[in-house]
């Protein structure tokens, strides 16, 4: 690569963004020999949205974080180097709560212990779907993929209103390219055997995975952080614009910084909005045009170890609208490092975006309350201490932009922004920086492939 020799300071590559992505790219800079970079990010610390926070010895991730990976390479940097001696695995204890009961996740393959008339619709539904419809005609949005493919029983009584709920977008604005490796796709048989008898067989990637023992997922940035030198990385430091033809990073500070090549983290639609160069029209549209929601953790602290399930969880989804969250989970069971001793925690989360608002002001009053209906606490124990209950802690975290929306025009107006700016010498990557679903190990191997592309 060549260097330029002009300017406040000049690297042959500028990172935007310590989170996982940007600190993997940091890393396998590391082990390529290449020490002449900076990663750059606006925060105090590292990590993005791979963070812990501590509230009064309660400690919460920024929604709910676990580890696993199909990937022989990731499995082992995460499992054997980077957290080698602070992680446990951990075999999958989650539910669907429906119709009053708790039924084992995935939904589509146990629906032992619902209502007879439910598991008839059920069955009844995936039967016709897969047999009936034999030459089925596929509207290209995710509602129609979802009926097409398990049936209107599972359909409208546990997927629909479930992923309307996670998304909060109307899902026939949304494509169906990306789900099918996501949604676990039992055998018939298979889901006849669940609705008759309790579930013996666990399914997708995973069911099982892995945890650190100690400093919530927040470790894993920090592992990545230890084989990055401290002056490679600059915090609270803020972009104000780029000068792509330049290849020309400017700070809020006034200084200027140059590059040969940039690897960009941060979303796609903000990394467009500071370039300072004139983009066509129609690439400012897309970058327009690309959607995300909000997700809200509401975290809960309580004194006690005890709360009323009949069974242990790690997580639970709620596809019905009777509760404001979609999913809680409760970080003591991930590790005991999390709580104080004696004591228990849930995190509920709710999406929002402006397709469906959300007011953040009553999400603390409305998750208690949903934790009362779902049988997991007592309207007691929902109250604060100092009102006789157990909730010892209660706070908000608002991630945003938190989920991609994959819109109908989604894969168009993404390809034609990355090739755009990959030919200003800008590869952007991770989660936000390419606009995908992707999972922690896939957020790692962004920043590893990135290095790849600069030195292949």
């Not at 500028?14 to 890393?27: E, K, P, T």
């Not at 970079?37 to 991730?61: H, M, P, Q, V």
């Not at 993929?145 to 546990?158: L, P, S």
């Amino acid at each position: 690569m060549s260097f330029f020799c002009e300017g406040d300071a000049t690297y042959p590559v500028v990172i935007l963004g310590a989170g996982l992505c940007g600190l993997s790219a940091g890393y396998h800079l590391e082990q390529a020999g290449c020490t002449d970079y900076i990663i750059i990010e606006k925060d105090g610390n590292i990590g993005g949205l791979a963070r812990t926070e501590t509230f009064e010895e309660f400690s919460f991730d920024y929604s709910i974080h676990i580890l696993y990976s199909g990937d022989i390479y990731v499995t082992e940097l995460i499992c054997n180097k980077l957290l080698a001696g602070n992680i446990v695995k951990q075999t999958r204890k989650s539910f669907c709560y429906s119709s009053g009961i708790y039924t084992e996740y995935p939904y589509q393959a146990n629906n032992y212990g619902l209502p007879a008339e439910i598991i008839a619709e059920n069955i009844l539904g995936l039967i016709e779907a897969k047999y009936e419809l034999s030459e089925p005609t596929l509207s290209p949005h995710f509602e129609s993929w979802i009926y097409r493919t398990f049936g209107r029983g599972i359909a409208e009584n546990f997927m629909i209103p479930f992923n309307r709920r996670v998304w909060a977008w109307d899902l026939k604005d949304m494509s169906y390219d990306w789900i099918a490796e996501r949604v676990p796709m039992p055998e018939i048989k298979e889901v006849l055997l669940g609705a008759l008898k309790k579930p013996e067989k666990k399914y997708g990637p995973n069911m099982e995975f892995w945890y650190p023992v100690k400093g919530g997922i927040e470790a894993l940035p920090r592992a990545f952080g230890e084989h990055i030198p401290k002056g490679q990385i600059s915090l609270n430091t803020n972009v104000v614009s780029i000068d792509a033809n330049h290849h020309e990073v400017r700070l809020s500070d006034g200084r200027s910084i140059r590059y040969e090549w940039l690897i960009s983290t941060i979303p796609l639609p903000g990394l467009v909005s500071i370039l300072s160069d004139r983009i066509p029209t129609k690439l400012a549209e897309c970058a327009a045009g690309l959607k995300h929601n909000t997700v809200y953790a509401v975290n809960i602290g309580l004194t006690g170890t005890e709360l009323s399930l009949d069974k242990p969880m790690h997580w639970s989804y709620f596809p019905e609208e009777s509760t404001a969250f979609h999913r809680i989970s409760f970080p003591h069971t991930f590790s005991e490092w999390m709580v104080p001793e004696g004591c228990c925690s849930i995190q509920a989360e709710v999406s929002g975006s402006t397709y469906r608002p959300r007011n953040q002001s009553t999400l603390i009053g409305d998750t208690l309350r949903g934790l009362v209906s779902v049988g997991i606490i007592s309207e007691k124990e929902a109250l604060p201490l100092s009102e006789g209950g157990r909730v010892a802690v209660a706070k908000v975290m608002k991630l945003n932009p938190a989920y991609i929306i994959y819109d109908l025009k989604h894969r168009e107006n993404t390809e034609q922004l990355k090739k755009f700016l990959r030919s200003s010498n800008i590869l952007t990557k991770g989660r936000f920086g390419e606009w995908e679903y992707l999972n922690m190990d896939h957020s790692i191997l962004s920043g590893k492939n990135a290095v790849e592309e600069l030195f292949l």
